[in-house]
Structures are given as structure tokens and as C-alpha cells.
């Protein structure tokens, strides 16, 4: 049964940083993609980050580039997102999702591909 749990979210101040966990099992990432994604009140969700588990290759949003970083432990099973230099404008619900790719060595940052999403971690950035 696949499995995505959240974590690391919480109350930080405008310039902060936090490491956001998403703890995985059920699957491999071999054959996946896995993203990070937000959503903050009335707005649609928005890709973040990605990462493709068959080449580590990773993609990042605009607005997060140069600021966040993906990684995975697979011993761990998980996957993390180092938000630094954090802004008002990052606040939302962050969650991780896989989304099935096969060979395919890519990830796509659009909601919609994903398959199974986790409960999410609520990240708030305010002085």
C-alpha cells in the first residue's frame, strides 16, 4: 500500500528555512517521479519541485529556484525539500506526490499526472 507522510512544516520568519520530509513506502522511486507541491487558501495547487527516481534529475519552479533544493535518502525511504530565504509568498499546505513515469527519465511539476498525494505540512512564514 503506498504511503506519503508529511512533516518539518511550521511557523517561521520571513528570511528562515525548513526542511520538509515526505516519508514514502509501499513503492521504489525507481520507475516514479515525486514532487513537492503547494496550496494556499483559493488559489490552485502549484508544482514546487521534482524529482525523477529513475536519473535524480530535478526541476523547480520559478519561484523557488536558486531558494529550495529536492533530495532523497533512499535509505530512509524519504525525500526532502531545504526551503531557505523563505517570504510571505511561500505560506501554504506543502505535499508530496508520486506520480507513476515508468522508464521515462522526467518529472512534471502539473498536479494533475500525480497519483497519490500525502496528507500534507502546513507552512507558514510570518514576522
Known amino acids: 500500500q503506498v504511503q506519503l507522510v508529511e512533516s518539518g512544516g511550521g511557523l517561521v520568519q520571513p528570511g528562515g528555512s525548513l526542511r520538509l520530509s515526505c516519508a514514502t513506502s509501499g513503492f521504489t522511486l525507481n520507475g516514479y517521479a515525486i514532487g513537492w507541491f503547494r496550496q494556499a487558501p483559493g488559489k490552485e495547487r502549484e508544482g514546487v519541485s521534482c524529482l525523477s527516481g529513475n536519473d535524480d534529475s530535478t526541476y523547480y519552479a520559478d519561484s523557488v529556484r536558486g531558494r529550495f533544493t529536492i533530495s532523497r535518502d533512499d535509505a530512509k525511504s524519504t525525500v526532502y525539500l531545504q526551503m531557505n530565504s523563505l517570504n510571505p509568498e511561500d505560506t501554504a499546505i506543502y505535499y508530496c506526490?508520486?506520480?507513476?513515469?515508468?522508464?521515462?527519465?522526467?518529472?512534471?511539476?502539473?498536479?494533475?499526472?500525480?497519483?497519490?498525494w500525502g496528507q500534507g505540512t502546513q507552512v507558514t512564514v510570518s514576522s
Open positions: 506526490g508520486i506520480d507513476y513515469v515508468g522508464s521515462d527519465d522526467y518529472c512534471p511539476l502539473a498536479h494533475w499526472w500525480y497519483d497519490y
